[in-house]
């Protein structure tokens, strides 16, 4: 008993019974605009002073509304009143305006339907409970019973007192009636304000899109922060080792430390300026200038054997001769590339590393290749972590060669530890 009250009585059936009334209002417009026409074919008649002129016009009202109904800003609104007032879960209902006819179909029709059904719960909500409340002290004012208000059926004897039981029943029957409406409109929500197949299709390109921009802030963050966490431990702890017998190694290695800070915060603040103005991160990365092969890996060997790594470095720009040739996406990826490999050798090598960067003709004669190897001996001496498969940092370096079309592998290589990059260039000139 409890739980059928509150199902026609409690808070989400009240929410809905609003829900139908502001429909009814919103088809107010179009109710007026159809009596005028109603009214001129009824050679000038009042509609409104006319019970059958006034079902003609709230008929011609609903074809009017199905036309506005394709409006595709239509089903954004709707979804909005329906997940707010009929307790329909979002996940079930369409985001965003309506873009394929279909969808502009159906949301017409959920409009249509809305407006319709919200016009007739409200015209009796509004003639109801005035007319219960009447039949109700029928039997207890005389005035009533005497005054010419319709009510003469009920006569002036006994049968009066039945009119109260009348009252009741159309308060009863009102209250059904709404709270059947709410359940009809709740249960079609999401059949004609779902998504479609474009709408999950586009959802799932907006999901995408925002992973992919989340994965290369990640990189980012990792590649720029964890190697320069890793460059300033290893620095700091050589010059403490140093402090006594080589002030001039310390103060180069508080050198390198400082020249690793400013520029990991000058990444750090152009990844976080991204996040917090919402820029759009394209192909190109953050905004400001990214590090870049060309312009800073000499930069990037010099911090490394700062740190107490030792670096033996061969490089082949090919026939463009310099690096600053390469494409920039290019060139920024593979330093990345070759700045994880140098963190990793940081972290986990036991000696010096060799690396070699090199352009050579690809398999394809129509184009050439950028080639990384970097190679160092597996060994974990104590103090530093022991080398696994590969973590995020591998994983970020995989994406960045995915994204040019290129390949990462990364293990054991004839007793020492590999790390080699193949990424294609543009054409063979570069």
Not at 53 to 59: N, V
Not at 404 to 412: C, D, K, R, T, V
């Amino acid at each position: 008993m409890r739980g059928g009250l509150s199902r026609l009585l409690g808070a989400p059936a009240r929410l809905r019974w609003v829900h139908q009334i502001l429909g009814g209002a919103l088809l107010m417009p179009y109710f007026l605009l159809a009596t005028v026409g109603v009214g001129m074919a009824a050679d000038g008649a009042n509609a409104l002073s006319s019970l059958p002129l006034s079902l003609a016009a709230y008929a011609a009202a609903l074809p009017l509304a199905a036309v506005t109904g394709v409006y595709g800003l239509v089903r954004p609104l709707s979804v909005s009143a329906v997940r707010a007032m009929c307790q329909v879960p979002g996940e079930r209902l369409a985001e965003g305006p309506a873009r394929s006819w279909a969808a502009r179909g159906r949301a017409s029709a959920w409009w249509t339907l809305h407006l319709g059904v919200g016009a007739l719960v409200s015209g009796m909500t509004l003639a109801v409970p005035p007319l219960a409340v009447v039949l109700l002290v029928l039997p207890f004012v005389s005035g009533l019973r005497e005054a010419r208000l319709g009510f003469g059926w009920f006569g002036t004897g006994v049968e009066t007192y039945a009119a109260p039981l009348v009252g009741i029943g159309l308060l009863a029957a009102l209250t059904l009636c709404a709270a059947a409406a709410g359940e009809l409109l709740a249960k079609l929500a999401p059949v004609l304000l779902g998504p479609t197949a474009a709408d999950r299709l586009a959802a799932a390109e907006d999901r995408a899109a925002d992973l992919a921009v989340r994965n290369r802030l990640a990189r980012e963050l990792h590649d720029a922060v964890g190697h320069a966490l890793s460059a300033v431990t290893l620095q700091a702890a050589a010059a403490r080792r140093m402090l006594e017998r080589d002030p001039a190694f310390v103060r180069e290695a508080l050198a390198a430390i400082e020249d690793t800070t400013r520029r990991t915060v000058g990444e750090l603040d152009a990844v976080l300026g991204l996040l917090r103005e919402g820029e759009p991160a394209g192909p190109e990365g953050p905004p400001g200038r990214a590090p870049t092969l060309a312009a800073d890996l000499d930069g990037l060997l010099d911090r490394t054997r700062a740190a107490g790594t030792g670096v033996s470095a061969h490089q082949d720009p090919g026939p463009a001769g310099d690096w600053a040739r390469l494409p920039e996406i290019t060139s920024r990826e593979a330093y990345r590339i070759v700045q994880e490999g140098l963190s990793n050798a940081l972290r986990h090598g036991a000696g010096p590393v060799d690396l070699r960067i090199l352009v050579r003709a690809g398999q394809d004669t129509e184009r050439r290749e950028l080639e990384i190897t970097m190679t160092n001996p597996p060994a974990a001496p104590e103090g530093r972590e022991p080398r696994t498969g590969g973590g995020r940092g591998l994983r970020g370096c995989a994406e960045r060669a995915a994204l040019l079309g290129g390949s990462i592998e990364a293990g054991p290589y004839q007793s020492r530890w590999r790390l080699r990059a193949v990424l294609p260039l543009a054409g063979a000139d570069r």
